[in-house]
């Protein structure tokens, strides 16, 4: 499309992906790449059969098994038979269609978020999606990301676009720079509890100002990631020369990478281009958090204090606070240092990646989890696993009495045998902090790598700004 | 997909905010490999007690409740993950028609491509249909082709649908098939773009 009017980012990769737009009808929009994992994707493979049709660009499509998949032993057979029956159907479907499959001993196997920029499978400009609601970690890189259903899963295989209302476009500018123990985890969680679980909706929403400028490429990684948490089904960050440095010499970064980054140089949103809304915030603004509730909207400071449901402004939200702090156990006003925690988990697409695990580390080097804490370190793929192994890192969570893992999403939706038992309290790194996610009757706190290291440590909530670090 | 024109059923009053899809069908249901059956696991963890009998307390298991088919709930409902079990366990429990303030996207979205009809109101609108839903059994009509909530007392609220879903729901068409008549148009643009070497 030839227009001279300034656009978004946004605009820009959606125009250059419009197959066919009609007044009144869906945009048919191409879809470059398509990540597919086990859980929701076997009944589309099921209805292509049903229709006789086929996948129709198999080397745009890329599948792992990660949501289903043990984190322990993996030379050991899968015991739970019904998971198993699910990642040999994935296994099968990829056979048959010649999908690409990163099975369960492939090196490259993972998180599906972190493995497709892991392996440059995910580039700037893209349209990427997946049936996964976490599909916009992908943005971070200056893509267009996000998550499907299974019927779209199914639309997307057969062929290869995807129908789509053409979403608002909303800017959440953070300036200034986050100060000394604040995480790109604590922007994101920070930004959700200001715009709220649905603040998002309908948008896609790119995230500018310095302080977002200055994150590295994981930590891009997590704050998209969480976008879907503020209820966007994709969130964006323009890509930079940190983008290109991180691209650069990853299997799959396209062969001429010099003009690849010429090309992508033209993404960033043009000056002078608008957004449906913006907001403005200041990283000073920002400390390190702790949800304490049921969404990740529920989110206070670590010297804060649990809220009161009387101070909710209308009904319906009293109502869900004092919802959530009977499930969670919590009375208002108790502050967040004084939670004691049972379980700690250091994983899932949010905070599972090398720097991630290197935070964590950092904090448990040299001491001991407390006797009352089950701790456990699971990373995103067999890469990052491999990466911390020659690092050191594994010996440093194990000497500290952290359990060490297998690559997986494990815990943060605990479909594998990982979870929480009833009652049972949880500092995680994960994304859902919802009834039940990480087990039936299970509480789940959502921190940073670093905050999470240091409440296995100290049994509690501690301000990670006041932590000795050991050497 | 069935074709979705006019309905009329009982209505079930959920009085909870930011539903999220992991309360609609928990994880543990997520194995399956199939499209069906999962009606007996809405809401599992709400509905069934530990001992797996149907808590007294939740909602949908009042006796007076049993046959609904409209839901009627609070805002940001359907949030959280992508699963499409979501909108497959309310249509199996027969679910034809949900009500809210808010529908999260994505679940928006799936609830259309099964043949369900999600429905946007205001929180003032929302909560009058709540009050007319605290007497016994009350039924309403939903009228896709008008546009239309009514009940028997002279009801009769309009409400919005993007022209192209309400099409698709009224004619049952499936969006695949859709699609694949600008098959062509998909294969220009492949060409265009270089993206495929032998196409
Ligand atoms: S780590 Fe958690 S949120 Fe991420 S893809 Fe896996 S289950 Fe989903």
């Known amino acids: 499309m030839a227009t001279t009017a300034p656009r978004t980012m946004f605009a820009k990769i959606w125009d250059h992906h419009v197959v066919h737009a009609e007044e009144g009808q869906q945009t048919i929009l191409y879809i470059d790449l398509h990540l597919v994992h086990e859980v929701t994707s076997p009944q589309a493979f099921e209805g292509l059969r049903l229709a006789g049709r086929k996948v129709r660009r198999p080397q745009l499509t890329v599948a792992t098994a990660d949501h289903n998949v043990p984190t322990t032993d993996r030379s050991l057979p899968i015991l739970d038979p019904i998971s198993k029956q699910q990642i040999d159907t994935l296994r099968e479907n990829c056979r048959q269609f010649g999908i690409r499959f990163y099975d369960l001993d492939d090196a490259n196997q993972g998180i599906v978020h972190v493995i497709g920029p892991e392996l440059g499978l995910t580039q700037p400009g893209m349209t990427i999606v997946c049936g996964d609601s976490h599909t916009a970690t992908h943005g971070a890189l200056g893509a267009l990301a996000f998550g499907i259903g299974t019927s779209e899963v199914e639309h997307v295989l057969a062929s290869q676009t995807l129908l789509q209302s053409r979403p608002k476009t909303m800017e959440l500018r953070v300036d200034g720079r986050l100060s000394g123990g604040v995480t790109a985890k604590d922007l994101i969680l920070y930004l959700i509890g200001e715009i709220s679980t649905q603040g998002g909706t309908g948008y896609c929403v790119e995230y500018t100002g310095s302080a977002v400028r200055s994150l590295g490429m994981e930590e891009r990684m997590t704050v998209c990631n969480m976008s879907i948490e503020a209820g966007a089904r994709a969130g964006m960050i323009a890509p930079d020369d940190t983008t290109y440095e991180y691209l650069r010499g990853r299997p799959f970064a396209p062969r001429d990478y010099d003009a690849a980054v010429e090309r992508w140089r033209k993404l960033p949103t043009d000056p002078g281009a608008t957004y449906d809304k913006s907001r403005v915030f200041a990283a000073a603004d920002v400390q390190p958090q702790v949800t304490w509730g049921t969404n990740p909207g529920q989110v206070a400071p670590v010297t804060g204090r649990v809220p009161s449901p009387d101070d909710m402004a209308d009904r319906a939200e009293r109502k869900h606070v004092a919802g959530a702090l009977e499930y969670m156990d919590l009375k208002p006003g108790c502050a967040i240092q004084e939670i004691a925690l049972d379980r700690v988990f250091i994983g899932s697409c949010t905070n599972s990646r090398i720097e991630d695990l290197r935070a964590a580390a950092a904090v448990a080097r040299g001491y001991k989890v407390a006797t009352r804490v089950g701790a456990m370190v699971v990373p995103g793929s067999g890469l990052v696993k491999r990466q911390a192994e020659a690092e050191g890192l594994d010996r440093v969570f194990k000497d500290a009495g952290f359990e060490w893992r297998e690559a997986g999403c494990s815990m943060c939706l605990a479909m594998n045998p990982d979870k929480l038992e009833p009652g049972e309290r949880c500092a995680s790194t994960s994304n859902r902090n919802f009834e039940g996610r990480q087990g039936k009757g299970g509480r789940t706190h959502l921190v940073s790598p670093a905050m999470a290291a240091a409440a296995a440590i100290a049994g509690h909530f501690v301000d990670i700004r006041q932590w000795e670090y050991k050497t | ?199």
């Open chain 2, 1 to 199: 997909m069935q074709p979705f024109k006019k309905h009329t059923g009982l209505v079930a009053a959920m009085d909870r905010a930011n539903v999220d899809t992991d309360q609609i069908i928990p994880k543990q249901f997520l194995k399956r490999i199939e499209r069906t059956g999962f009606g007996r696991f809405l809401f599992h963890d709400w509905r069934f007690l530990d001992d797996g009998t149907p808590n007294p307390e939740f909602e949908l298991n009042h006796p007076d409740l049993r046959g609904a088919s409209i839901l009627l709930a609070r805002r940001n409902f359907g949030c959280g993950s992508s699963r499409e079990h979501a909108p497959w366990a309310l249509h199996d429990y027969g679910f034809r028609v949900l009500v809210a303030p808010s529908f999260a996207d994505i679940f928006y979205n799936n609830c259309f491509k099964n043949g369900m009809l999600p429905i946007r109101l205001d929180e003032p609108t929302v909560d009058e249909l709540f009050a007319r839903a605290a007497s016994h059994r009350h039924r309403l009509t939903v009228c896709l082709e008008t546009c239309r909530i009514s009940d028997e007392t002279g009801l009769s609220i309009p409400f919005e649908v993007e022209p192209f879903r309400r099409h698709c729901l009224l004619d049952g068409l499936d969006d695949i098939g859709l699609t694949m008549e600008h098959e062509h148009r998909i294969a220009v643009y492949e060409k265009a773009h270089g993206l495929i070497s032998n196409p």
